[in-house]
């Protein structure tokens, strides 16, 4: 009786996170900002996935290539400007002017010829990246504004899904379009996805009532882009300390997992292609329901029990990966199918911890004056893109220094220290 009753329990937790979810997409302050997120992961998504394959088939040298990466700079260099979109104007207009942007630059870049105008088209999408850093300001600090406590777990599902979905949209379904209607069209078509969105943007209720709340705020509002002052402001506000040694580290051993694990089944005898579609595909898909799942509990329980939980769990699959490293055989078709399980769960539990970190952030920000919400997350963001990227430099070091196995205690280690800085969480945010 006990397991029918614990069975009748589940199935009704599965099908209320089916029916919330269904619920949620209905809302509109939530598709406004699924839609706003996809399209700002567009660039993303191109940027990494398709025009490497691109610029390879049309020639360009792996230097030239790996130069298009400085074209991320953008997003780091984003907290400089957020006080001007948080300062003047309101988030509906920026959403608009940058959506435009990114439009038009789609238009001018599908004219370009990599082969022949590399320069031109390096500052045509260096200045699509600056028009989605600043969009991605103006969404940020929307969803702070709109979002009410009971609504933050579904917004930050809505974040990162939302950017998944567009990152993997451009970086394989464009490919795909590119390869049947060619270069230029496949950027003319991709510009009317902009103009489709800037149009149901344009119409939104929400931001309609949102922009006559900021008009009237910035008339009283004292303005001040003093650097020094503004980050004085930033660090005031209550466990910002804290969060950002969160957002610094809770990423690092996972992040050397990730990029590390696909290379050591690649160095022991899976095929590329293998590793392509479980790593680069069916993880994905993993990842999103993690993100989603983690949103939904949010709902439910409080986010730093969840991620306790969530951490512990990480920390299982990474030892899980380590072990398997040490015992890896590619003629093993069971040595073949846990590899493949070690990886959809460590995206699985990536995706939940990421979705509950936004969260985190967004609790935090809520804290701050409302003058500079979109600056301080904005801040918190950028540090955790500094997060995983600094390591990300690092960890190919690391495993040519010490081996797979040892790079991975390492990354064990590095998930206790994120493990000990939950556990030392404030008592406001906990």
Known sequence: ?????????????????????????????????????????????????????????????????????????????????????????????????????????????????????????????????????????????????????????????????????????????????????????????????????????????????????????HKSMKHSLNPWRILQEILRVPDTFWTIGFVLVYKLGEQGAISMFPLFLLDHGMSAGEIGLWHGMVAMVFSIIGSSLGGFLTTRYKVYSLMKIFFILRLLSLAFQTFLINVFNSNSWLMKGCAILSINIQHFFGGSITTLAFSIMMQCTKMAHVRIQATHYSFLATLEVLGKLSFSILVGWIVDWVGFFLSFIIFQLLSVVAILHVYKAPKTLS
């Open 1 to 217: 009786m006990k397991t029918g009753g614990l069975n009748v329990n589940f199935i009704k937790t599965i099908l209320d996170f089916v029916l919330t979810a269904i619920h949620s997409t209905m809302n509109g302050k939530l598709l406004l900002l699924g839609l706003l997120y996809c399209v700002q992961g567009i660039p993303y998504g191109m940027q990494s996935s398709l025009l490497p394959i691109y610029f390879r088939t049309s020639g360009l040298s792996f230097t030239k290539i790996s130069l298009t990466k400085i074209l991320y700079f953008p997003w780091i260099l984003k907290v400089i400007w957020a006080p001007l979109v948080d300062q003047f104007s309101t988030k509906r207009q920026w959403l608009l002017f940058t959506m435009c942007g990114m439009a038009l630059c789609c238009l001018i870049t599908g004219t370009l010829s990599p082969e022949y105008n590399f320069s031109a088209l390096a500052v045509s999408l260096l200045l699509m990246n600056l028009m989605a850093s600043v969009q991605d300001i103006a969404v940020d600090g929307v969803a702070v504004q709109i979002l009410q406590s009971d609504e933050v777990g579904y917004g930050n599902t809505v974040q990162v899904v939302g950017y998944k979905l567009g990152s993997v949209f451009a970086g394989g379904g464009l490919l795909t379009i590119m390869n049947l209607v060619g270069w230029g069209l496949m950027f003319a078509l991709l510009s009317i996805v902009y103009v489709i969105v800037i149009l149901y943007t344009a119409v939104a209720s929400e931001l309609k009532t949102l922009s006559k709340i900021q008009s009237n705020r």
